[in-house]
């Protein structure tokens, strides 16, 4: 199952990239920092899906049954009275 992952996140960065280096050759072939900065981006964001998806789900589980605290929107009310 974890290879299944691996291989679907692995063919869509693959895709990203070479969408992204297409993008680029048709833009004139250039390697200036945006360029560069897209390249690397397509690397780095198939990490950080699974790790939000990580995240969210320990949230999930650790506020469940919980009401969420609105200490911020008391502050706001008291300094406007």
Known sequence: MSMLLFLIL????LLM??????????DGNRFDLPRILGLL?????P?????LLLASGIHRI??????????HHRRL???SA
């Open 77 to 79: 009310m008291a300094r």
């Open 17 to 26: 990239l070479t969408m992204t280096f297409v993008e680029g050759m048709a």
């Open 41 to 45: 981006a397509c690397l780095v964001w």
């Open 47 to 51: 990490v950080s899906l699974p790790l």
């Open 62 to 71: 650790v506020s469940i049954g919980r009401l969420p605290r609105l200490t």
């Open 10 to 13: 692995l063919m869509v960065t």
